[in-house]
């Protein structure tokens, strides 16, 4: 975990490592979306246009979806914190899909071929998100499950993992807390930042986390080292890394055969293979709520996971619907390959032949 990439304290400026992260799989984006596009002959710069749109709408609609999500988290926050994006706190369906109907509108308007730029876009999207888990692992957010794989990873005291393993979490069905940690971790810090508040065992749940320039030797030990330390967990947002670059991957190679053939198809697959995929990513996460509503399949799943199951029917429904519809003028199903270059070549002709270019009422015998 390393959530922070720069600390300035004179000026009170931090850089969180997140940003700078979404921003690098924003431009890895970009790049291999202007590299897909001069493969079909499309314009690079409505590419670049495409993506700015996306990336401004999907960090709108993953924050509108994370705060409504995990509003509780907010309470007793200042109310400019709903916006702190560079802060972490991003839902990836929530970006996806209010971005999906910015760019829609976008493509509508220049008049470019919606399922052509989306297919494009699929791609590109994947990498990107690729980007991003791994600014989540250094945050610390989207943890995984507590297990005993020998891949798993500690985070470190105070850390989203570690809050949520020492609190009893009611909507994930957890009443008792993971880790037994003493009352004297929590409470709330003095007027002057210096001295810490105790509160008794009934109340600690209510309360902060200690700190960690206010723990004493003996309490650090024991959150780092000791009895009260992190307990070990899937690297969940690395598992989502993963998943992103070999969705990336397949969606490229689909793309590459039957892009022109099938329009709108690869599209309809990344939701088909991402909504799939997540539904499984979230059963070792254990930062998402179970969710209740009108909507949901089952109060026993999350968000995420209900979310993903109507992902994965609407690509199937949009697979068979652009199967049968294809545009006018769609391919061949050849591959889509570089544009080859052609050298100029010396047409030769016979004398018969030069001799009617130079006198073309002439016919030889």
């Not at 969940?236 to 022109?260: E, K, P, T």
């Amino acid at each position: 975990m390393f959530p922070k990439l720069i600390e300035l304290p004179f000026i009170n400026f931090t850089l969180w490592t997140y940003g700078p992260m979404l921003v690098a799989g924003f431009l890895a984006a970009v790049y291999l979306l202007r590299r897909l596009a001069h493969r079909v002959g499309q314009n690079p710069d409505y590419v670049t246009n495409v993506a700015l749109y996306t990336l401004i709408s999907g960090v709108i609609g993953a924050r509108i979806f994370y705060v409504v999500h995990h509003f509780s988290q907010f309470r007793g926050d200042p109310w400019w914190s709903v916006f702190a994006v560079w802060q972490g706190g991003l839902e990836f369906i929530g970006g996806l899909i209010l971005a999906v109907i910015v760019i829609v509108v976008y493509l509508l308007r220049h008049r470019l071929s919606v399922r052509l730029y989306l297919d494009m876009l699929a791609i590109g999207l994947m990498l990107g998100l690729s980007f991003g888990r791994i600014g989540c692992f250094l945050r610390g957010c989207c943890f995984g499950k507590p297990t005993d794989v020998p891949w798993a990873v500690r985070f470190p005291y105070n850390s989203p993992a570690y809050d949520s393993q020492v609190r009893p979490n009611m909507l994930r069905n957890r009443p008792q807390p993971q880790l037994d940690l003493p009352a004297e971790y929590f409470g709330y810090t003095g007027e002057n930042g210096q001295t810490w508040l105790c509160v008794d065992e009934a109340h600690k749940f209510s309360a902060n986390l200690k700190p960690a320039e206010l723990l004493t030797d003996g309490q650090r030990y024991e959150v780092t080292k000791g009895r009260y330390r992190c307990l070990p967990v899937h690297p969940a947002q690395l598992y989502s890394s993963l998943n992103a670059v070999l969705l990336c991957g397949l969606l490229f190679f689909y793309w590459r055969r039957f892009g022109l053939t099938w329009p709108g198809c690869t599209f309809s697959l990344m939701f088909v293979l991402y909504g799939f995929t997540r539904f499984w990513l979230e059963f070792v996460r254990d930062d998402n709520p179970f969710e209740s509503g009108w909507w949901t399949i089952s109060d026993k799943l999350t968000v995420s996971q209900n979310v993903g199951i109507y992902l994965f029917v609407l690509g199937l429904v949009l697979i068979i619907i652009f199967a049968k519809t294809r545009p006018f003028g769609a391919g061949t199903g050849r591959r889509i390959s570089k544009p080859k270059k052609t050298k100029n070549r010396t047409l030769t002709t016979s004398p018969n032949q030069q001799r009617l270019a130079a006198h073309p009422c002439k016919r030889s015998n």
